[in-house]
């Protein structure tokens, strides 16, 4: 695949986004980390505010305990939802015209749902790989051989 000059590549994870730019050409790909961001790894006990809830039966007399919420996904979830919004901004700005996204597909499932009109206009690729604590040098080898 042939990426331009001065575009720009998202790799993300839940937890960590880096965005690059291609400072070569079309044909030899250069790209330079421009910003980067991560979330804290958090404890359990740090997410969380309580124990799991229970309800009581009305037929019987049972208690049961719900099913408790995925705290660390939550907070992937809402990483990549800031991470969407950065985009948008950015496009607006007009800061780039043509954007890459490499992410693991739960992470780009995610970021597709917070897309809007700028950003998708500009989407030239998404690749489906969790690349973002790879070297610069595989993610540019992974977008040559798209």
Do not use: C, W
């Not at 740090?46 to 037929?59: I, N, Y």
């Not at 948008?88 to 043509?98: H, M, V």
């Amino acid at each position: 695949m042939q990426i331009s000059h001065d575009a720009l590549v998202l790799v993300a994870d839940g937890r960590k986004s880096l965005f690059l730019r291609n400072e070569g050409d079309a044909e030899f790909l250069n790209l330079v980390v421009e910003d980067q961001r991560a979330q804290a790894d958090l404890a359990d006990r740090d997410l969380k505010s309580d124990a799991p809830g229970r309800a009581m039966s009305q037929v019987g007399g049972r208690q049961s305990t719900m099913e408790e919420p995925d705290y660390h996904q939550i907070e992937e979830d809402r990483f990549a939802a800031e991470t969407a919004a950065m985009l948008s901004r950015r496009a607006q700005a007009k800061d780039y015209e043509q954007l890459i996204i490499v992410a693991p597909p739960r992470t780009l499932g995610e970021l597709r749902r917070h897309y809007d009109k700028a950003i998708e206009g500009r989407i030239v690729a998404e690749v489906d790989k969790d690349l973002v604590n790879h070297p610069i040098e595989r993610v540019e080898a992974a977008l040559k051989a798209l």
